[in-house]
Nanobody, 122 residues
Framework: QVQLVESGGGPVQAGGSLRLSCVAS????????MGWYRQAPGKQRDLVAR???????NYADSVKGRFTISRDNAKNTVYLQMNSLKVEDTAVYFC????????????????WGQGTQVTVSS
């Protein structure tokens, strides 16, 4: 199986910073795209940022210039550096990864972490 475990969430004051990490482990042959999504209470899960295995990135408009996604392919890890946090960034943050589990498996399946809470107070 494949497991994704997020860490780094917690309470922070507006204007502050947090760095989220997500490590993928288990039956992994290769990972294609990795990403961060977030879900606030009563709202749908929305894209925050994604990064390809070549390092190409895209961001939600609401976080451009404040958040930076990066990855360490050797460690199967994706990061989200969040600066200038706002109250509206409060949400559960989920990472995902598109994983190919073996050489004989040609397709990638998407796996999700369990989420980490980020709470920004004014």
């Amino acid at each position: 199986q494949v497991q994704l475990v997020e860490s780094g969430g917690g309470p922070v004051q507006a204007g502050g910073s947090l760095r989220l990490s997500c490590v993928a482990s288990g039956s992994i042959f290769s990972i294609n795209d990795m990403g961060w999504y977030r879900q606030a209470p009563g709202k749908q899960r929305d894209l925050v940022a994604r990064i390809t295995n070549e390092g190409k990135t895209n961001y939600a408009d609401s976080v451009k210039g404040r958040f930076t996604i990066s990855r360490d392919n050797a460690k199967n890890t994706v990061y989200l550096q969040m600066n200038s946090l706002k109250v509206e960034d409060t949400a559960v943050y989920f990472c995902n990864a598109d994983v190919r589990k073996s050489r004989i498996q040609s397709t990638y399946n998407r796996y999700w972490g369990q989420g980490t809470q980020v709470t920004v107070s004014s």
